[in-house]
């Protein structure tokens, strides 16, 4: 195997792991912790903050791929989840590679805009329309106190991507533009 | 001679001589044996020896404790072996213990409503978006499991509903979600209504039977089933106890809340009523 595929591959393989065990952390019960009802949504940072060092396709197939997998587990229509984290994913990854700066500030506007977007879309089709009576009480005591709780994580998961991606590319650097030149 | 006889140095040699003679005869004719200076001497040196002998015998036992240390380290090891082991047995113990249980109450059920064609299954997940705590079970279309298929706890109280079904995986909907409306009726007055929640008494763990008239009969302690009605869900399964009736603002009727008698947060195991007699269409969504 050449090593400028190898660095690709790693990389691959460990962003899914990566995915695989945080989707497993945040559907099954018990096993992070709810601070006063509040839920972490984990998966939402990690896509948004995988979108911003990856290539625009290959961090929309991230956003799909963690999508999916909250999918599962979820009691809302098929879908709805790969859909919103698609669409997050393929922006975050779009606007790092033409517009924005890949740094913590950026990573902690654009992880809030995805929490509120996800939780207000995810509010508007499954909570307003069933329980209208409670759904303020809802959004106030549930929906914004678990977006604050998922964006205080989010900085961890950043600084651990980061770092495990500087260390990949220090240890197996990536040589583009030679092998296109060959 | 006469010389050395007259210096200072003989002439104490003798008086301690004859002191010690003299001490020697005392101890022979006293009753108990001993001189006196022996005596004096001993109450000097017993506390040195006593000291002496103590740091001894720490000695031994410090070189008994170095001896056995190495077959004391052999035996710990082996105990927490054991501990180990029996742990170990008794967590299988406690497990095989609760399927024990679990399958006792299957039967009850299985004895008690002869038309269920159960399905046991295991709580493997939860949707972290759903407030109502909807929960995902290891059992699919692959096990028989259908959407609406009704699902319920070992002690035969409704847990909820099959909303979505995968290959090898259900999502329920539980009786804490505000989506779930269920026709009941409360076993001693008879009286029928539709279980539902509120965002409130969902996160209270608790329901509440709406559409009751006004001067309803339904006091606290009355249990409230599932009626039957829209066919769903069977008759009979228990949905909760009444804890008290209240005044509907919004119009002129009452309603109860209701507590279920299951813990959402530490359900472990379920059971989906894959069949049973009058079971037909869908009331969620279809």
Redesign the interface.
């Known amino acids: 195997m050449k090593k400028e595929y190898l660095h690709v591959y790693i990389r691959r393989c460990m962003l899914v792991l990566f995915i695989l065990i945080v989707a497993m952390i945040?559907?099954?019960?018990?096993m992070f912790p709810t601070i006063f009802?509040a839920?972490?949504?984990l998966l939402i940072p990690v896509v948004v903050c995988i979108s911003m060092f990856e290539k625009n396709i290959s961090s929309t197939l991230y956003g799909a791929f963690a999508g999916l997998l909250w999918d599962?587990?979820?009691?809302?229509s098929?879908g709805f989840?790969t859909i919103i984290l698609l669409l997050i994913s393929t922006t975050c990854g779009f606007l790092i590679n033409y517009l924005m700066r890949n740094n913590m500030v950026t990573a902690t506007l654009l992880t809030s805009f995805a929490l509120i977007l996800?939780?207000f879309i995810?509010w508007m089709a499954?909570?307003f329309p069933?329980?209208k009576?409670?759904?303020v009480?809802?959004l106030l005591?549930?929906?914004l106190p678990s977006c604050a709780y998922s964006l205080a994580l989010m900085p961890p998961i950043y600084i651990l991507i980061r770092h495990f991606l500087k260390r990949l590319r220090r240890k197996f650097p990536v040589q583009r533009r030679l092998t296109r030149n060959k | 001679m006469r010389r050395f006889i007259k210096t200072g140095w003989f002439k104490a040699l003798v008086v301690i001589l004859v002191f010690f003679i003299c001490g020697g005869i005392a101890g022979v004719v006293s009753k108990d044996k001993t001189s006196p200076f022996s005596t004096a001497v001993g109450a000097v040196v017993e506390p040195l020896q006593r000291a002496t002998s103590f740091v001894g015998n720490g000695f031994k036992t410090l070189s008994s404790k170095v001896k056995n240390f190495k077959n004391d380290e052999k035996k710990i090891k082996e105990l927490q072996n054991k501990i180990d082991k029996y742990q170990k047995e008794l967590v299988e113990f406690e497990n095989t213990k609760q399927k024990v249980e679990l399958y006792e109450k299957f039967w009850d059920i299985k004895d008690e409503h002869k038309d269920f064609k159960i399905q046991p299954a295991i709580v493997i997940g939860r949707d972290v978006a759903n407030v109502y705590s909807s929960i995902v079970i290891n059992k699919g279309k692959v096990d028989g499991v259908k959407k609406s298929d009704p699902v319920i706890c070992g002690n035969g109280q409704l847990v909820g509903v099959v909303s979505k079904v995968g290959g090898t995986y259900s999502v329920i909907s539980t009786i804490f979600d505000s989506a779930v409306k269920i026709s009941s009726y409360e076993i001693k007055t008879r009286e029928t209504g539709f279980s539902t929640t509120t965002a409130k008494l969902s996160e209270n763990n608790l329901c509440r039977l709406s559409g009751l008239n006004k001067n309803t009969a339904i006091s606290t302690g009355g249990i409230v089933c599932t009626s039957g009605e829209g066919t769903v869900y069977p008759r009979d399964l228990i949905i909760g106890t009444v804890k008290e009736v209240r005044d509907d603002k919004r119009d002129i009727s009452s309603y109860a809340i209701i507590v279920p008698d299951f813990d959402i947060s530490r359900l472990e195991n379920v059971l989906v009523v894959t069949e049973f007699d009058g079971q037909g269409t869908s009331m969620m969504g279809e």
């Not at chain 1, 599962?72 to 809302?76: D, F, L, R, T, V």
């Open positions: 945040q559907n099954t019960a018990h009802g839920r972490a949504f599962i587990s979820s009691g809302a098929s989840n996800y939780n995810y499954f909570v069933v329980d009576e409670g759904c009480y809802l005591r549930f929906y």
